[in-house]
């Protein structure tokens, strides 16, 4: 993502304070793919993306008069997405349990900034899974890496299959609570 704006965009954002529509229709049509795929990479939900689009798209026209943008336009408007998509993870424990289950499998096809996401959040993930006690650690590694089942988990370690659930539920919830954590870092980078 670029540091600076180009000429083009502070024409766009300098249009869109004077109240000019078609500049909102520009930036629309120039941002809303990237910013939907962005999106989608990470929820895998067409209506929720859509709506998260199209209120960045609302806000941005709301609240054009105070507009304060210190980098491009684009990191902007994809901070603003991000910021949305991780409310959605706030909002819906389902979606940050999807997260985790399938982080590696959606790194086949991100973009740049959908990169860096997932590169901070594998960071942070590592540093939780690395400070968790060590048995509950080996459980969610044979779980999570070697897709071992909790069956076949319990039958490696000499464990029941409940202390098998109990170590996967502490180690998401350590999970979780770190998740608020590391999405506002990476907001306010």
Not at 13 to 31: E, I, M, P, Q, W
């Amino acid at each position: 993502m670029g540091s600076k704006m180009s000429n083009r965009d502070l024409e766009l954002v300098v249009s869109l304070k004077a109240g000019n529509k078609k500049a909102l229709s520009v930036l629309y049509d120039l941002y809303w793919k990237p910013l939907y795929l962005s999106s989608y990479n990470l929820l895998h939900d067409k209506e929720t993306c859509e709506e998260i689009i199209q209120d960045v798209f609302i806000d941005l026209w709301n609240k054009r008069d105070k507009l304060q943008i210190q980098t491009s336009l684009k990191a902007y408007l994809f901070a603003c997405v991000r910021y949305k998509v991780f409310a959605e993870f706030r909002k819906n424990k389902n979606l940050r349990f999807e997260l985790f289950e399938n982080i590696e499998e959606r790194l086949q096809n991100t973009t740049p900034e959908t990169e860096l996401i997932h590169k901070e959040l594998r960071k942070q993930i590592r540093l939780v899974v690395n400070n968790l006690p060590d048995k509950c650690r080996t459980v969610y590694k044979l779980s999570r890496n070697e897709r071992l089942t909790h069956k076949e988990i319990a039958q490696k370690l000499n464990i029941s299959t409940k202390t098998v659930e109990n170590h996967i539920t502490i180690a998401l919830n350590a999970l979780r609570a770190s998740l608020g954590i590391s999405l506002l870092l990476l907001l306010f980078e």
